[in-house]
Structures are given as C-alpha cells and as structure tokens.
C-alpha cells in the first residue's frame, strides 16, 4: 500500500478560504491542506520553513515565478525570496500550468458561448504577468488596455495594444524594483491611481485579475462585468454576485468541493509523479489534464446573462432633424432659408457622434443587447450630392467610434447603405461585420404586406396550413428584392404573377421557385398592366428611379401594394390617387424587452427593419458580413425572419409613405374598397341590365 504524501499550498490570499482533504491523485494516496496568510510574508516565510521537511511538494499561491512579455523576461523579488528558504521539497508557484488553464478557458468560452470575445473591450490589471492570455485576446479583440502603469508606477497612464505593452516591457526592467515614496504611496498618488482604474473599469465588459484584487473595487466598477481570473472559491462568487458580475470564467478545477489553484495542483501533480517542476512538459500537462478529465469553469454568480453589442448608424432626413437640437431651432426661427442650406452643407463634414445609446433589449433565450445609434451629418441630399467615397470615409469613421465603444457589428441605416455599392466597400475596410439590413427589410415588408392583407378583411381566412386564397404580383421580379419576395409568395399565395422585361430571367426564376415550391402557380407577364387589374397584392421592387412602373388606376379597389424599391417605385402623389387602395413601404419591429433609448420617429421600443437586423444577429451572436451588396439571398431573407421570431421580435407597425398606419386608417381604407367595389359591382349590374333586355327581345322575335 502506497504511504500517504503531504502536499500543501501557502498562498498570500485569504487563509477564510482554507481546506484540508485526502485523495487518491494520479496513483498516489495525498494529504492536501491549502493555507491562506493574508498577505503577510512573514508568515509565509514561516510555514514554508516549517513544511519543507514535512511536505511532498509545496504550492506557493498569488505570487509568479516570473513572467515573459515579449523578449523580455522578469523575475519576481517576492517569489524569489520565498522560495529561496524552502531547501528540500519541490516548491512551485504553477505558473506554466496556470497559464495553460486561463488560456484554455478562454478559448473554451469563446467556443462555447460563440463569439463572445469579439471586439470586447479587455482590461488587464497586469499585462506583464497575464502577457499569454493577453496573446490569446488578441486574436479576438484588439480593443485591449493594460493598467501595468498605473499600477506599477502610479503614472495616470493606460496601454492600449500588444505593442504599448511589448515596448513597456523593453524599459520595465530598468524600474521594477522602483516604488513610490509611502508618504505618496498612501496618499493623493494611490488615491489618483485607484481612481483611474476604477474609470478603467467602468468603461470595460471584460476584467483580467488576480481574484482577490477585485476585492476592494464594488458595484460601480463591477456590475454587467465579465472577469477573467483563477481559484474562485464558493464564498468568492457569492462575494462577486453581490457586485453584479455576470460572468466569471476560471481555469482552475474543483476537488473534492475546493478550488484548486494552479500552484497546488501543480504541487500535487509533483508529489504523485515525483518530477520536480522544472521536469514537467507541456506533454505532461496535457496527458494529466485530459487523463482528469479537467473542464475550464464558466460560472453565472446571479443565473446566466450574457450581452452583446452593436452600433447602427443613423442620419438627419432633412433640415428639420437639425431643429431637435435648441440652438439650431432659435436660430432657424430668425435666420433666411439660406443660412439653413449652408447649415445642412457644414453639417455633411461634421464628424459621427453617438446619438443615442440603446439597452433593455432582452430575447426570450435570455441573451440581451445593447447599442449605440451613432450619426453622420449628412441629409439625403449632401450624401447624394457627393461622391460615394465622402459618405465612405464618413461611415468608416462610424466604424472607427463603434470599435472603440465595443459594438461587435455595425449597421447602416437610411440612405447610407445605398450609396455606392450598397455597403460591400465599407465592409471591407471596416474594423467590425457590416449589415445593411436589407434582409429584414425584405422580410418585413412582406410581413407587413401578409398582416395588412389579412387585417382588411376583404379575403377567405385560410384554415389550418392552407394557402390565402390570394392573388399577388411581384413586378421586378427578377432583381435581387423581388426575386426573394416572389419565393417567399410562392409560398403562402394561391396564384403569383411575376413580372419583369427580363424574360429569359424570368423563364429562370420560375424553374427555381418550382423547384422549392413545386405546387406554386405561376404566370409570367412582360408587363404590370396586363394582369394587375386582377390582383390582391403587388409588390414593386424594381431599379426604375422615378419611372412609372404601374398604373395605380386599374389597381383593384382594397389591394395591398407593398413598394420595397428604393427610391420608392410609387411617390405619395400617386398614392394619393387611390385611397381605397394601401400602399407600405414598410414593416417596423417591436423590440423585445424594456427598451431605452431616444426617439427616432417611431413609437416606445419600436424600430425599423433594418436597425432591427443588426439587433437580431447581435442577440444571436452571428458578428459578421450579413447583408451587404445590392444582390439580398432570399434564403438570408428567410433566415433572419426566423431568428427574429426566436428573439422575441413582432411585427409593430405598418407603414406607408406618410407613416405608420392607425387601426382607423386601415380601416377606413376598408371601408372605401367596398364603397369603390360595390359601386363597380352596380355600374356592371346597371350596364347589364339593356343587354339583358335585347336579348330577350331578339329571342322573343324569334318565336313562331
């Protein structure tokens, strides 16, 4: 039978947190007792003297052996002194293991939780001594900041990148053993110092740590943060759900209901192998760790919460947008339209500046969101009036803000995304996935389109999962739009025409709809006019510009036109033509969630579809190029809808070219079809009738 082995670990952290139990670790039978001395080296000193004839192997907690950044490697005084009394059992501070199991676990979130480190904004109390996890960020984020000088130096100064730190490093050497004086140490400098860095933490989602560093730091710094640390006992998370953290993430194991750090794991690895530390490989490592079965820990102190962020980018429709700001509204009360013009021309150069920033967005999966709507200065008329590269270099100068804030993907929104190629430029020189919204554009204009249809009451309700006895036209059906609402029509109409100059086109879409919806009934027309009269539903979606693409007088009385070109196929004096007939330009989105943020035309937690997109691929974690380009894939058009539904989204409003519409003026457009309808119906009825009576009076002369 194999004797029992001590190994004990007397680290310089809390000695509440301290534990004793027997276990039978890699073939061996060990005594493990962990001993906290509250950072009292002295005593330290003393229990190290007193086990190095006792023990097995000895684990050294808190401190490092040292730590390389770079070229550059240090060599911790502290650590170095300690063990320096220890002469005969094994002394290790598990420093290569511990590295391995903070690295690993982070990797193992960021697959886990999918993308979770993108663009995070990172702080390391110490990228000297965490130089390998701050590697491994790296490759997720860049948005890193180091307090190194801050806390090393007391110099009001943070490191933001790989390459701030590397060249600290280059000249750390030369200070240090350097420490304030105590009569700074202890006054307005480590005042000034604590300070910053609780200003440092305030702006981070993710704080790296030595958990008992955090200890002094409280709700303001802490809430809604994600923190990278080790040895995190039972009473440590309840310490840090009190505090608000969401998310700890630690590499060390569980044994036996204990925390095992790093350096007592590693002691124990050497008392049952009998290596020294310096022996141990990387191979030894990872034969041990996966022969354990050892699994990195991501802990929720108060129940899962997990939250994303994006950025949408927003701009004034016309001058009237710049009257929200008070200044701009005395001055336009009493200045010349001219003076205006010239305002609305200086405001195109005007850097993007955060207009709103957006929370409360929560999905019914639990995941929540939040934002920022950032805006660019030019109307519709300055962002046409330039050349695509002005608007370009505004929007990745959008970008550049929403990197820094932490958004993780960026939305155009209005005329932005039309400019030039439709966002494919922006995306490829943008430090963060761009998505026009285009998609759930699509989506909810045809959402909108289906709902309204229904909502007038002027059609068969369909039972069960039959098919709306409903005729719809699609009119520039074989462009990027219209071709994704004629396969989505395909699925849900009793009868789709589809029109296009484009024959050959047209002959091929058709194939392709049949081949996904092989019982759709389909009919091909060169021209809008030859069937529209018959319609219940048109959708226009072509490139016309202006061109009159239909004739809204031989519209049907009650059809439903859903204009999803952009400019608008229908301008609002065509509208106003036939207001028996109601004509969307537009779905909006009902948010999930109590929504703040400032308005921006639309009811309390409302949005547009294509601000509602990059929401949507936030909450699901999808960070990256979703719609960009003038050519939409129906199947991403389906896609989103579905990830909308499963984040909580509704269809809020419908809305046409002078808004969303009330109940009453759905209703009242009703009421005008069946007026217009029944009057046809009696005109038909009327000219009928003198038909009728000819007839019987040439049959009547036919008689015998």
Same mark, same amino acid.
């Given at each position: 039978?194999?004797?029992?082995?001590?190994?004990?670990?007397?680290?310089?952290?809390?000695?509440?947190?301290?534990?004793?139990?027997?276990?039978?670790?890699?073939?061996?039978?060990?005594?493990?007792?962990?001993?906290?001395?509250?950072?009292?080296?002295?005593?330290?000193?003393?229990?190290?003297?007193?086990?190095?004839?006792?023990?097995?192997?000895?684990?050294?907690?808190?401190?490092?052996?040292?730590?390389?950044?770079?070229?550059?490697?240090?060599?911790?005084?502290?650590?170095?002194?300690?063990?320096?009394?220890?002469?005969?059992?094994?002394?290790?501070?598990?420093?290569?293991?511990?590295?391995?199991?903070?690295?690993?676990?982070?990797?193992?979130?960021?697959?886990?939780?999918?993308?979770?480190?993108?663009?995070?904004?990172?702080?390391?109390?110490?990228?000297?001594?965490?130089?390998?996890?701050?590697?491994?960020?790296?490759?997720?984020?860049?948005?890193?900041?180091?307090?190194?000088?801050?806390?090393?130096?007391?110099?009001?100064?943070?490191?933001?990148?790989?390459?701030?730190?590397?060249?600290?490093?280059?000249?750390?050497?030369?200070?240090?053993?350097?420490?304030?004086?105590?009569?700074?140490?202890?006054?307005?400098?480590?005042?000034?110092?604590?300070?910053?860095?609780?200003?440092?933490?305030?702006?981070?989602?993710?704080?790296?740590?030595?958990?008992?560093?955090?200890?002094?730091?409280?709700?303001?710094?802490?809430?809604?943060?994600?923190?990278?640390?080790?040895?995190?006992?039972?009473?440590?998370?309840?310490?840090?759900?009190?505090?608000?953290?969401?998310?700890?993430?630690?590499?060390?194991?569980?044994?036996?209901?204990?925390?095992?750090?790093?350096?007592?794991?590693?002691?124990?690895?050497?008392?049952?192998?009998?290596?020294?530390?310096?022996?141990?490989?990387?191979?030894?490592?990872?034969?041990?760790?996966?022969?354990?079965?050892?699994?990195?820990?991501?802990?929720?102190?108060?129940?899962?919460?997990?939250?994303?962020?994006?950025?949408?980018?927003?701009?004034?429709?016309?001058?009237?947008?710049?009257?929200?700001?008070?200044?701009?509204?005395?001055?336009?009360?009493?200045?010349?339209?001219?003076?205006?013009?010239?305002?609305?021309?200086?405001?195109?150069?005007?850097?993007?500046?955060?207009?709103?920033?957006?929370?409360?967005?929560?999905?019914?999966?639990?995941?929540?969101?939040?934002?920022?709507?950032?805006?660019?200065?030019?109307?519709?008329?300055?962002?046409?009036?330039?050349?695509?590269?002005?608007?370009?270099?505004?929007?990745?100068?959008?970008?550049?803000?929403?990197?820094?804030?932490?958004?993780?993907?960026?939305?155009?929104?209005?005329?932005?995304?039309?400019?030039?190629?439709?966002?494919?430029?922006?995306?490829?020189?943008?430090?963060?996935?761009?998505?026009?919204?285009?998609?759930?554009?699509?989506?909810?204009?045809?959402?909108?389109?289906?709902?309204?249809?229904?909502?007038?009451?002027?059609?068969?309700?369909?039972?069960?999962?039959?098919?709306?006895?409903?005729?719809?036209? /699609? %009119?520039? =059906?074989?462009? !990027?739009?219209?071709? #994704?609402? $004629?396969?989505?029509?395909?699925?849900?109409?009793?009868? @789709?025409?589809?029109?296009?100059?484009?024959?050959?086109?047209?002959?091929?879409?058709?194939?392709?709809?049949?081949?996904?919806?092989?019982?759709?009934?389909?009919?091909?027309?060169?021209?809008?006019?030859?069937?529209?009269?018959?319609?219940?539903?048109?959708?226009?979606?072509?490139?016309?510009?202006?061109?009159?693409?239909?004739?809204?007088?031989?519209?049907?009385?009650?059809?439903?036109?859903?204009?999803?070109?952009?400019?608008?196929?229908?301008?609002?004096?065509?509208?106003?033509?036939?207001?028996?007939?109601?004509?969307?330009?537009?779905?909006?989105?009902?948010?999930?969630?109590?929504?703040?943020?400032?308005?921006?035309?639309?009811?309390?937690? /409302? %949005?547009? =579809?294509?601000? !509602?997109?990059?929401? #949507?691929? $936030?909450?699901?974690?999808?960070?990256?190029?979703?719609? @960009?380009?003038?050519?939409?894939?129906?199947?991403?058009?389906?896609?989103?809808?579905?990830?909308?539904?499963?984040?909580?989204?509704?269809?809020?409003?419908?809305?046409?070219?002078?808004?969303?519409?009330?109940?009453?003026?759905?209703?009242?457009?009703?009421?005008?079809?069946?007026?217009?309808?029944?009057?046809?119906?009696?005109?038909?009825?009327?000219?009928?009738?003198?038909?009728?009576?000819?007839?019987?009076?040439?049959?009547?002369?036919?008689?015998?």
């Amino acid at each position: 039978m194999n004797s029992v082995k001590t190994v004990v670990g007397i680290s310089l952290g809390s000695s509440a947190h301290d534990f004793e139990f027997s276990t039978h670790f890699l073939g061996a039978h060990l005594q493990v007792r962990r001993f906290g001395t509250d950072g009292n080296l002295a005593k330290a000193t003393r229990l190290l003297k007193y086990w190095d004839k006792r023990a097995a192997a000895i684990g050294l907690g808190v401190l490092k052996d040292g730590y390389k950044a770079g070229a550059y490697k240090f060599i911790d005084a502290d650590s170095a002194r300690l063990k320096a009394v220890v002469h005969k059992a094994p002394v290790t501070l598990g420093g290569p293991l511990n590295d391995i199991l903070q690295e690993w676990a982070v990797r193992h979130a960021q697959v886990e939780l999918g993308n979770y480190f993108n663009n995070a904004r990172t702080l390391f109390f110490s990228g000297l001594k965490h130089y390998k996890l701050a590697m491994s960020m790296a490759e997720y984020t860049d948005n890193l900041a180091f307090a190194d000088p801050l806390n090393q130096l007391g110099v009001p100064k943070l490191l933001t990148s790989l390459q701030a730190l590397q060249l600290y490093a280059s000249g750390a050497h030369y200070v240090k053993d350097w420490s304030l004086p105590s009569a700074l140490s202890s006054g307005p400098v480590k005042e000034w110092t604590r300070f910053l860095l609780r200003k440092a933490m305030q702006k981070a989602s993710v704080v790296v740590a030595p958990v008992h560093e955090l200890d002094e730091f409280g709700l303001e710094e802490l809430a809604g943060k994600t923190v990278i640390t080790s040895t995190v006992s039972d009473t440590r998370i309840e310490t840090l759900a009190a505090k608000g953290v969401h998310m700890v993430i630690d590499g060390a194991p569980v044994m036996h209901g204990h925390t095992i750090g790093p350096d007592l794991l590693d002691a124990m690895i050497c008392a049952a192998t009998g290596k020294q530390p310096d022996e141990l490989l990387e191979d030894d490592y990872l034969e041990i760790i996966i022969g354990l079965a050892l699994t990195p820990r991501i802990l929720y102190p108060n129940g899962f919460k997990r939250v994303n962020r994006f950025a949408f980018v927003i701009h004034p429709l016309s001058q009237e947008y710049f009257k929200k700001i008070k200044p701009i509204d005395l001055l336009s009360q009493v200045s010349p339209p001219v003076l205006m013009n010239s305002l609305e021309k200086i405001m195109a150069y005007a850097p993007p500046f955060v207009y709103s920033r957006v929370s409360g967005i929560q999905s019914p999966t639990g995941v929540e969101v939040e934002g920022w709507l950032i805006s660019v200065g030019g109307t519709p008329k300055e962002i046409m009036r330039h050349s695509p590269e002005f608007t370009y270099r505004r929007l990745l100068d959008a970008a550049a803000m929403a990197k820094r804030l932490g958004a993780q993907i960026m939305g155009l929104g209005a005329f932005t995304k039309v400019v030039g190629d439709a966002g494919v430029t922006v995306a490829k020189r943008s430090p963060l996935p761009i998505t026009t919204g285009n998609s759930y554009s699509a989506s909810g204009a045809l959402w909108a389109a289906h709902d309204a249809l229904l909502r007038m009451r002027l059609l068969p309700m369909p039972k069960g999962r039959q098919r709306v006895k409903f005729k719809a036209m /699609v %009119v520039g =059906a074989t462009g !990027a739009i219209g071709s #994704v609402c $004629a396969r989505l029509l395909a699925m849900v109409a009793e009868e @789709v025409y589809l029109v296009s100059p484009e024959t050959a086109k047209l002959l091929s879409l058709k194939d392709a709809i049949l081949q996904e919806t092989p019982d759709a009934k389909l009919f091909l027309s060169a021209h809008a006019d030859k069937d529209i009269a018959d319609m219940d539903m048109i959708v226009t979606a072509t490139s016309g510009a202006g061109k009159k693409v239909l004739d809204i007088m031989k519209v049907k009385p009650g059809c439903v036109i859903t204009d999803v070109a952009r400019p608008l196929d229908l301008p609002a004096s065509e509208v106003a033509k036939r207001p028996d007939v109601l004509v969307i330009e537009s779905g909006e989105i009902q948010l999930p969630g109590d929504v703040q943020m400032k308005n921006i035309g639309l009811p309390q937690g /409302v %949005v547009y =579809a294509c601000l !509602a997109e990059t929401i #949507v691929l $936030a909450l699901e974690g999808r960070f990256e190029n979703f719609t @960009v380009g003038r050519a939409i894939e129906w199947e991403k058009v389906r896609e989103i809808y579905q990830m909308g539904l499963k984040h909580g989204m509704k269809l809020a409003a419908i809305s046409g070219v002078n808004g969303p519409f009330s109940d009453e003026e759905i209703e009242k457009v009703r009421e005008l079809a069946l007026a217009a309808r029944a009057q046809k119906t009696a005109k038909a009825v009327k000219t009928s009738q003198p038909l009728k009576v000819a007839a019987r009076k040439r049959k009547a002369t036919r008689l015998p």
